[in-house]
């Protein structure tokens, strides 16, 4: 069965300053899909970014990046210039075709930002 | 266009009673989802449904039921809340080809 880890319950970033929150997971499968979900106190989830397997260039969505490590099974995010905004749980995700479209989460990152 | 959306917000039930959360999706996605948040564990898939009639259990569906009777609505049930089940519940749809699901705003229930 597939599992995903988030190493890291609480990270803190100066504002301005980046950060970089890890996720690691496991699976035999070769075809699938990796996320970063946002939730901030509202809790709305919110995807910041995705990756496809196939792809060995890592996704970007503005200050939002990925260090995709497909033989590692290393999922990183990164956040630059970070912003008070960004303060919030961060989850990691990964996404099988198996039961009809599954998503399986990490255990999430609390990010604060400081001012 | 609504997306995703919970009914109810907030819910306080005492042991051995009984609700249902609806989830009503008006995108016309096929599959649907519910899913559980507890602190520590991320989300947990309770059952889900690849379309209208049909669900299925999830990772950890003991203690729920589902119903898919119309393709926008998607019903999760309690008959017997117990205190394990306090959570924050969030319902999602996608269609079959897409990989992106789309959440609601949950529902955080207490059951004391």
């Known amino acids: 069965a597939q599992t995903v880890t988030q190493s890291q319950p609480e990270m803190s970033v100066q504002e301005a300053e980046t950060v970089t929150l890890s996720c690691t997971y496991d699976?035999?499968?070769?075809?699938?899909?990796l996320f970063w979900y946002k939730q901030p106190p509202s809790r709305q989830m919110i995807l910041v970014i995705r990756?496809?397997?196939?792809?060995?260039q890592n996704a970007t969505e503005n200050r939002f990046s990925v260090n995709f490590q497909k033989a590692a099974k290393s999922f990183s995010l990164k956040i630059s210039d970070s912003q008070l905004g960004d303060a919030a749980m961060y989850f990691c995700?990964?996404?099988?075709?198996?039961?009809?479209?599954?998503?399986?989460f990490g255990q999430g990152t609390e990010l604060s930002v400081k001012p | 266009n609504a997306g995703v959306t919970q009914t109810p917000k907030f819910r306080v039930l005492k042991t051995g009673q009984s609700m249902t959360l609806l989830c009503a999706q008006d995108?016309?996605?096929?599959?649907m989802y519910w899913y559980r948040q507890d602190p520590g564990m991320g989300l947990r898939l309770i059952h889900y449904?690849?379309?209208?009639?049909?669900?299925a259990k999830g990772e950890v569906p003991d203690g729920y039921n589902v119903s898919r009777l119309k393709k926008q609505n998607f019903l999760l049930g309690l008959e017997s809340a117990a205190p394990s089940q306090t959570s924050v519940y969030f319902c999602?749809?996608?269609?079959?080809?897409?990989?992106?699901?789309?959440f609601g705003p949950g529902t955080r229930l207490t059951v004391t």
């Open positions: 999602a749809s996608s269609t079959p080809i897409a990989y992106e699901q789309y």
């Open positions: 699976t035999s499968e070769s075809d699938y899909y």
């Open positions: 990756q496809e397997a196939y792809k060995q």
């Open positions: 995700a990964y996404f099988t075709y198996n039961q009809g479209g599954k998503l399986i």
């Open positions: 995108m016309n996605h096929e599959y």
């Open positions: 449904s690849v379309g209208e009639g049909t669900t």
